[in-house]
T-cell receptor, first 110, second 113 residues
Framework: TQLLEQSPQFLSIQEGENLTVYCNSS?????LQWYRQEPGEGPVLLVT?????EVKKLKRLTFQFGDARKDSSLHITAAQPGDTGLYLC??????????FGQGTRLTINP | SQTIHQWPATLVQPVGSPLSLECTVE??????LYWYRQAAGRGLQLLFY??????ISSEVPQNLSASRPQDRQFILSSKKLLLSDSGFYLC????????????FGPGTRLLVL
């Protein structure tokens, strides 16, 4: 049973389109992180959200933490080929560990 | 900011051979350290974590072990590799008791033949 469900698992869209990736759980997280990973490299942190209802923006990326701190979304506006990669969400359960979603493989076609 | 080093970057080993992957951290002290395994293009599975020297918590029963001989050094080992041990191994560090964010090393690609 996956504790953190991430969807969609695969997404291929044209340059300039908008998209949203979702992470959902029945568990409450003290914080949630979003990472982006290139093939053969380690995940790179994009953002950490901590407060229920929090919204953070990073250029064309908008991250939202659900009011109940059980879910999160990543919205990309006007996607570019450079946004291609594996996007991972991870929720903090307690003080020591993160639980990761399965990842969303995003491909932006020129 | 902290930097996580992993080596080797790539490793090809025969079945039954031993394994030692090393992770070191710079720019922080007394971090929590983690070993993850990642299947191709998928999420991360936590294997071990350590909150201090000599303290290891194992998350899943397996053919691997971990050790933390120094504050900023974390080692993943095996006495006899299995085919199923192939994968991408990532080391991560978390510093600061109020910080839950983890930072990752570049990873080691292990292929067992």
């Amino acid at each position: 049973t996956q504790l953190l469900e991430q969807s969609p698992q695969f997404l291929s869209i044209q340059e300039g389109e908008n998209l949203t990736v979702y992470c959902n759980s029945s568990s409450v997280f003290s914080s949630l992180q979003w990472y982006r990973q290139e093939p053969g490299e380690g995940p790179v942190l994009l953002v950490t959200v901590v407060t229920g209802g929090e919204v953070k923006k990073l250029k064309r990326l908008t991250f939202q933490f659900g009011d109940a701190r059980k879910d999160s979304s990543l919205h990309i506006t006007a996607a570019q080929p450079g946004d291609t990669g594996l996007y991972l969400c991870a929720g903090a359960l307690g003080a020591q560990k993160l639980v990761f979603g399965q990842g969303t493989r995003l491909t932006i076609n020129p | 900011s902290q930097t996580i080093h992993q080596w080797p970057a790539t490793l090809v080993q025969p079945v039954g051979s031993p394994l030692s992957l090393e992770c070191t951290v710079e720019g922080t002290s007394n971090p929590n350290l983690y070993w993850y395994r990642q299947a191709a293009g998928r999420g991360l599975q936590l294997l071990f974590y350590s909150v201090g020297i000599g303290q290891i918590s194992s998350e899943v029963p397996q053919n691997l072990s971990a050790s933390r001989p120094q504050d900023r050094q974390f080692i993943l080992s095996s006495k006899k590799l299995l085919l199923s041990d192939s994968g991408f191994y990532l080391c991560a560090s978390r510093s600061g008791k109020r910080q839950e964010t983890q930072y990752f090393g570049p990873g080691t690609r292990l292929l067992v033949l």
